[in-house]
């Protein structure tokens, strides 16, 4: 007999907010609408339901830690290549997450040279971006 651990309500709603991180802050700074709305229907991100989103994740709490480290190392190194150079290092770390994230059944179709630079346009207006502020002027 194996006695396992559930992953917590809490470590579901932060991977959920760590793939709405890469699909607000993140992606449309390197990606069209277009591209990042495939991305979002070809992988459930729409939905918010982890389940649906890694469809290999049973719910432990040892999976959800894993997911939630595979998600930070890729938002860490995404983010820190825009200030220094891509070193072997960076593309180890990257290949690495992107590999155990498909283990849970989560396919990140995107190669570390893809966001070697942001978009030069500053104004980049995206529907997926969160907006500034919530007022309406």
Known sequence: MKVVYASTPEQEDHIGELVQHLLTNILPYYFTDKEIENLENQLSLHTGAV???FTDYNGTLKEA???ISCLQSIIAVIEV???E???HEHRE?????V???RDFGFSFPFA????KQK????????????????YLV
């Open 51 to 53: 389940h649906d989103t």
């Open 65 to 67: 830690f894993h997911i």
């Open 81 to 83: 290549t825009q200030d």
């Open 85 to 87: 150079e891509i070193k």
């Open 93 to 97: 770390i990257f290949t690495r997450n």
């Open 99 to 101: 590999n155990m994230l």
């Open 112 to 115: 570390i040279d893809q966001f």
């Open 119 to 134: 978009t030069q346009n500053h104004l980049v207006i995206s529907r997926y971006m969160r907006p500034s502020n919530q």
